[in-house]
Structures are given as structure tokens and as C-alpha cells.
T-cell receptor, first 111, second 112 residues
Framework: DTEVTQTPKHLVMGMTNKKSLKCEQH?????MYWYKQKAKKPPELMFV???????INESVPSRFSPECPNSSLLNLHLHALQPEDSALYLC??????????FGPGTRLTVL | AQSVSQHNHHVILSEAASLELGCNYS??????LFWYVQYPGQHLQLLLK??????LVKGIKGFEAEFIKSKFSFNLRKPSVQWSDTAEYFC??????????FGSGTRLQVQP
């Protein structure tokens, strides 16, 4: 099973809202990632968790707050987003330096 | 910093034509190399990968790629494309750690 699941599939939020994106994998992977993908662009790395600890933060604004409550779950908390944050948010997981498997993404629209 | 270049941004082919998509990277050390595909409305899927060994790697759906270390290249090929191959193709590298750097992508359009 190489499945990474993400919820919700679609999310529309106002600039004052607080929402969360969720990601889950049951492959025993100990590295999990958040990427942001704008239309017709490649995914851009946001955060990397390794053994439930944040190991890479690619200078992401603080209105994005990641959380890794356990080895299977990864959350991305959103607060006071801007319209330019509208994008597809992708979660991925891997056995550390091995192949990354991607979820279907959450399509976020910020009004 | 490492970078990945995909020079073909948009490729249009007829069915049964042969395909070659270019990928070059700039990193002098050991790299892991990947090709991912994103079909319309679907998530990124792994086509193939190279970590070590035989530089000619075969992936799913008849795709293959050749790693040429001297040219810092990892080009994707398919001898005969199908309409269902219409998608966005991303080359990616992962030098030593866990973060992938993606190329800008190549949009392949196969006409029936």
C-alpha cells in the first residue's frame, strides 16, 4: 500500500479564518513533507518532518504552522492567509531518503 | 544550490510518436533522480527512479530514462506515446537528504 491520504479535497476560506489540512500515511514512513503547488508550476517544498520533528522549514510565513502529532499524521494549520496562498497543497511521505509518495492534495482557495 | 532544468515546456505529439524529455541537474555529488507524472486532475505519481547501478532504468507504462553522469542528465523516453500519456512530467533530484527539487515541468499533449 503506497497511499497517502489528504483531507479535505477542497477548502475555501476567508482571510480571517483558521483551518487545518490533514495528511495520513500507514506505510511506516518516518519522513513527511508539505509542498505547495501553484497552477502550471512544480511543487515547492515547505516543511519536512523526520521522526516527528521538524527538520526543514523553507522560510515559510508563520501563517502556516505544521504539526506532526505522530508518525502517521501530518497537519498544516492555516491562519490569516492571503489570496496569493491559494494553491494545491501536497503531502508526501518516504522512508527518509527514499522515494517520496504523494497524496492527492488539498486545493485551497483564499477569498 | 541544486537546480533542475527541463528545457521542453510544452510538447505536442501524435499517437505512436517517440518521446524524449530532457532533464539536466546541477549538483556535483551523488544524486537520486526521479521522474514523476501528474495526469490531469490527479496527484503526482512516480514513473521511475535512479539511485545507483544500471544507468538505464525502466518505469511504469513503458517509460524509461537514462542517467548520463558526464552530462548531468536524466532524460525520459518512450518509444510510442498514447493519448493517455497526456500529462505534466516533472524531473526531480534528491542529492543526499530528503528534500526533492523539481524541474519546472513539461506539459505533454498527445493528439489522437
Amino acid at each position: 500500500d503506497t497511499e497517502v491520504t489528504q483531507t479535505p479535497k477542497h477548502l475555501v476560506m476567508g482571510m480571517t479564518n483558521k483551518k487545518s489540512l490533514k495528511c495520513e500515511q500507514h506505510m511506516g514512513h518516518r519522513a513527511m513533507y508539505w509542498y505547495k503547488q501553484k497552477a502550471k508550476k512544480p511543487p515547492e517544498l515547505m516543511f519536512v518532518y523526520s521522526y516527528e520533528k521538524l527538520s526543514i522549514n523553507e522560510s515559510v510565513p508563520s501563517r502556516f504552522s505544521p504539526e506532526c502529532p505522530n508518525s502517521s499524521l501530518l497537519n498544516l494549520h492555516l491562519h490569516a492567509l492571503q489570496p496569493e496562498d491559494s494553491a494545491l497543497y501536497l503531502c508526501a511521505s518516504s522512508h527518509l531518503t527514499d522515494t517520496q509518495y504523494f497524496g492527492p492534495g488539498t486545493r485551497l482557495t483564499v477569498l | 544550490a541544486q537546480s533542475v532544468s527541463q528545457h521542453n515546456h510544452h510538447v505536442i505529439l501524435s499517437e505512436a510518436a517517440s518521446l524524449e524529455l530532457g532533464c539536466n541537474y546541477s549538483y556535483g555529488g551523488t544524486v537520486n533522480l526521479f521522474w514523476y507524472v501528474q495526469y490531469p486532475g490527479q496527484h503526482l505519481q512516480l514513473l521511475l527512479k535512479y539511485f545507483s547501478g544500471d544507468p538505464l532504468v525502466k518505469g511504469i507504462k513503458g517509460f524509461e530514462a537514462e542517467f548520463i553522469k558526464s552530462k548531468f542528465s536524466f532524460n525520459l523516453r518512450k518509444p510510442s506515446v498514447q493519448w493517455s500519456d497526456t500529462a505534466e512530467y516533472f524531473c526531480a533530484v534528491n542529492p543526499s537528504g530528503r528534500a526533492l527539487t523539481f524541474g519546472s515541468g513539461t506539459r505533454l499533449q498527445v493528439q489522437p
